[in-house]
Protein backbone atom coordinates (compact mmCIF):
# COMPACT_ATOMS: atom_id res chain seq x y z
CA UNK A 1 0.00 0.00 0.00
CA UNK A 2 1.24 3.59 -1.15
CA UNK A 3 1.10 6.88 0.36
CA UNK A 4 0.40 9.70 -1.61
CA UNK A 5 1.03 13.51 -0.80
CA UNK A 6 -1.98 13.83 -3.54
CA UNK A 7 -5.41 12.49 -4.33
CA UNK A 8 -7.90 12.32 -7.32
CA UNK A 9 -8.09 16.22 -8.09
CA UNK A 10 -5.30 17.34 -6.33
CA UNK A 11 -2.36 18.98 -8.89
CA UNK A 12 0.74 17.61 -9.34
CA UNK A 13 4.23 18.63 -11.27
CA UNK A 14 6.07 15.66 -12.88
CA UNK A 15 9.57 16.13 -11.92
CA UNK A 16 11.29 15.39 -14.98
CA UNK A 17 9.29 16.53 -17.33
CA UNK A 18 8.36 20.39 -15.97
CA UNK A 19 7.32 20.92 -19.73
CA UNK A 20 4.24 19.03 -19.26
CA UNK A 21 2.86 21.87 -17.02
CA UNK A 22 0.35 21.61 -14.26
CA UNK A 23 -1.46 18.08 -13.98
CA UNK A 24 -4.66 17.19 -12.34
CA UNK A 25 -4.52 13.58 -10.79
CA UNK A 26 -7.16 11.58 -12.46
CA UNK A 27 -6.84 8.20 -10.52
CA UNK A 28 -4.93 6.73 -7.89
CA UNK A 29 -4.96 2.63 -8.49
CA UNK A 30 -1.84 0.30 -6.28
CA UNK A 31 1.23 2.42 -8.10
CA UNK A 32 -0.21 3.76 -11.10
CA UNK A 33 -1.41 7.24 -11.02
CA UNK A 34 -3.09 8.90 -13.90
CA UNK A 35 -2.46 12.76 -14.45
CA UNK A 36 -4.04 15.00 -17.19
CA UNK A 37 -1.21 17.50 -17.90
CA UNK A 38 -1.87 20.81 -19.48
CA UNK A 39 0.64 20.75 -22.12
CA UNK A 40 1.18 16.43 -22.49
CA UNK A 41 -2.92 14.89 -22.19
CA UNK A 42 -3.02 12.10 -20.32
CA UNK A 43 -0.51 10.13 -18.89
CA UNK A 44 0.24 7.07 -16.69
CA UNK A 45 2.99 7.20 -14.32
CA UNK A 46 4.29 4.43 -12.12
CA UNK A 47 5.16 6.08 -8.93
CA UNK A 48 7.35 3.15 -7.76
CA UNK A 49 9.93 4.57 -10.71
CA UNK A 50 8.86 8.51 -10.17
CA UNK A 51 7.69 10.45 -7.75
CA UNK A 52 5.30 13.52 -8.70
CA UNK A 53 5.37 16.66 -6.79
CA UNK A 54 2.18 18.53 -5.40
CA UNK A 55 1.58 22.05 -6.97
CA UNK A 56 0.27 24.07 -4.30
CA UNK A 57 -0.51 27.91 -5.65
Known amino acids: ?4 DYDPGDFVIHPSHKDWGIGQVQSIV ?13 KTI ?12
Do not use: R
Open 1 to 4: MHVY
Open 30 to 42: DNKVTVNFQNAGK
Open 46 to 57: NTSEITLEKYEE
